[in-house]
């Protein structure tokens, strides 16, 4: 299927037999690696770390070198975006990220251009190429995205936000103003993930990570439509090769059914439902990824083998499962219980793959 | 069935027939009213207020007064709990509640004890006789207690959590002790609620607010478990009358079978489920009990009516419904949307209750 040493993500992500299970971690390139943290201190600040693309490919290689993960993930931040559409982001230490002249009118949007990937993002595919170069095959290039709901909180509320008040007033009182927003980033996503694609990533994941701070009607309107949009926008095939597209929305177990009909080819589930629910309810037209608590890598490799032993025993055999934390791996976890979590996914999951090896 | 001017509300938990839906907010004795505000300097702490009968009665009726809420609900902290069991517990101003020392041994665990609520929290029910002799039967009153997993959430991290990295741990690496301490926790809400039910509250809130962090069968074991524990110690009927019990987990539309066979009679809901589909779920057992977002309220007064009117459409005919929100009222939200919102449940509610009033 591809010149790859190690497929078993891609072909899962598409639902075809595997050996094993294939594994790799949301936020893997982060603070819990110390190599992360010195390349990070190399780069002075965080953007800089985003913006340089032999520092991006450094670390986005550790985890596949140090911890041995399945799949590669282009490191970077779901706010390159609105930053590229002009919008001043600053990553204070400590503090979270903060745009200081966040959106709030119709004039604010109309005003955001949707960016030239090739040139408002080279560093991001300048960094892709290298990190092509620089895995030579060992495993696949995830390129990611956050979704246009998840990017405008942070655009409107001017950072991250606990209730979502500024974004919330905007949807009810304003609903037309937030609509052109979420059109022109869903427009700027799908640019921007075309672009990965054509500069060499194999999948792509799209974060809608506050998906599930809305009601119903309010998800399938303000979120999961333009997620639809981008999809519908997007190459999914490059190459003669499939890229399968992976939508994963925290806290969306109520709209796996939706989620899967957008035609994506994963989705992500975060760890508050069981998997062997969400394989009932849309196993038959999607992949899932996920789903173990990222908590659980505080507990001793044991725990972490035996938790890693149910969700497999969940899922049952057969294709179609990427194993993942359900969310991003926290930064105080002991680099051993990540190295053993990947470390039992492989080990335990052959069991459930009898039939891919006869 | 009681000498309440208006007892809409625990007809309503029992799932008998009303003219129309009652409604109240969570945290509706809160920061949007001017008054509330008021009363609050002159205690000059939020532990003061709590722990003033006098004043705690202000403004647990203010909204009765004020917005026209059909119950009252105590006014108090989930957090008393544990201090009552010898935590020392702060409200430093902007920054949330702090346990200095938190729990973290089973040493820790071992030293507290349950505490003796006409002792340690005869503030409270000197607040409740007030309260009810303050209402002279215009509502009922509601009593109410943090889950014990919701309170261990804060007495474990010391106060509130992004993560609860600090409780999990204790979950996967040390669950005997995180037992011993909800154990401890489910005897102590159990005794504080039955006190509370001897001083007069005619209905109690469960309020687990910390419970959908958890996965399917850590729910079960850690959350829900203490959460029955408690309902089978509860007294159910005083003074001939059934006091409801109403058990709210955010997050927890993937539980709402479980939460409904503990034998509660009310089901809380966040607004992440569409109500017609929790009903159809377990609205044969209970009465459900939400679930507008609360950042609806700072919508303009036609929006929050027309969803209102979608809430009570969903819900449809028949009995079993109190409106309310998925979580608290913010502190932003101007009054006159919350007296908009409460008078459009009084308004829209009664065309759904022909059978009843005929």
Redesign the interface.
Known sequence: MTDLANDLFLRACLRQPTERTPVWMMRQAGRYLPEYRATRAKAGDFLTLCKTPELACEVTLQPVELVGVDAAILFSDILVVPEAMGMELLFTAGEGPKFPQPIRTAADVARLPVPDPMVELKYVMDAIALIRRSLAGRVPLIGFSGSPWTLATYAVEGGGSK???VI??M???DPQTLHQLLDKLADSVAVYLNAQIASGVQAVQIFDTWG???????YREFSLHYMQKILDQLTRDHDGRRVPVILYTK?G??WLEQIAATGCDVVGLD????ID?AKARIGDQVALQGNM????L???PD?IRSEVRDILARFGEGCGHIFNLGHGI?P?VPVAHARAFIQAVKEESPAFHRQAAA
């Open positions: 209730n979502f008040s919330k007033k949807l009810f009182n599930g701070v809305l009601t119903t009607s309010d806290g177990m109520g760890w508050t439902i069981d629910r608590d990222p908590c659980m505080y507990a001793n725990r926290t105080d």
